[in-house]
């Protein structure tokens, strides 16, 4: 069966410092990559996406992920958070073959304190 | 603009009843998708819509678990005889076409509560 692994549930990180949100996904075919942030009582907002080209994804906020075929993996990063980051992320995937439906990670809580 | 809008935000039941669910897409937006996102859990895939036809409801859990798209707009998530499993919130998407790679947007869920 497909799956995302996001390996860490929390992540406390200090304002300023950076971040790293890591992602792994199962896969024999191609993939769409995505990450989703779900701020409090918000819906889920699109951070960026990969669909080919270059491995490294810009997106909004300041957030980047770089696509790893080898080792199938999507982390996000960011090289200075804010109090303001403070959410649950979520990885996606979209494989080939499945239309558009998206298989999502168990999420990432990033709490920023100061 | 307006994005997908959800009704209603918070649905309290008892076990056995019948609910319903009801998702206004953006204008446009041919696609539309189901997910259900259980506490402490990623979202799980349960249906989408290309226009008024289900392309696809292999996420839908049982037969307890149904949903309509008429107009090729406004979808209706359906649950008969509800069980206290099934309390969870329920998201929908919406996207420009189906096509793969193509961003989902979300709207904020309905949060089901079966007592």
């Known amino acids: 069966a497909q799956s995302v692994t996001q390996l860490d549930s929390q992540v406390p990180v200090f304002e300023e410092a950076p971040v790293e949100l890591r992602c792994n996904y199962s896969?024999?075919?191609?993939?769409?990559l995505f990450w989703y942030v779900q701020y409090p009582n918000q819906g889920l907002q699109l951070l960026l996406k990969?669909?080919?080209?270059?491995?490294l994804v810009k997106g909004i906020n300041g957030f980047e992920a770089e696509f790893n075929k080898s080792q199938t993996s999507f982390h996000l990063r960011k090289p200075s958070v804010h109090i303001s980051d403070t959410a649950e992320y979520f990885c996606?995937?979209?494989?080939?073959?499945?239309?558009?439906?998206?298989?999502f990670g168990t999420g990432t809580r990033l709490q920023v304190t100061l | 603009g307006a994005g997908v809008s959800q009704t209603p935000s918070n649905k309290v039941t008892e076990k056995g009843k019948y609910v319903e669910l009801r998702c206004d897409p953006i204008?446009?937006?041919?696609?539309l998708y189901w997910y259900r996102q259980s506490l402490g859990q990623g979202p799980e895939f349960l249906i989408y819509?290309?226009?008024?036809?289900?392309?696809?409801d292999s996420g839908l859990p049982n037969d307890r678990f149904f949903a309509v798209r008429p107009e090729g707009s406004v979808s209706t998530l359906k649950i008969q005889r509800t069980e206290r499993g099934d309390s969870a919130v329920y998201l929908c998407?919406?996207?420009?076409?189906?096509?793969?790679?193509?961003?989902?947007?979300f709207g904020p869920g309905t949060r089901l509560l079966v007592l």
């Open positions: 204008s446009g937006h041919t696609a």
């Open positions: 996606a995937v979209s494989y080939t073959g499945t239309a558009s439906k998206l298989t």
């Open positions: 990969y669909l080919s080209g270059s491995t």
């Open positions: 998407a919406s996207s420009f076409n189906s096509r793969q790679g193509g961003t989902q947007y």
């Open positions: 819509f290309q226009g008024t036809g289900a392309a696809d």
């Open positions: 896969s024999s075919v191609s993939v769409y």
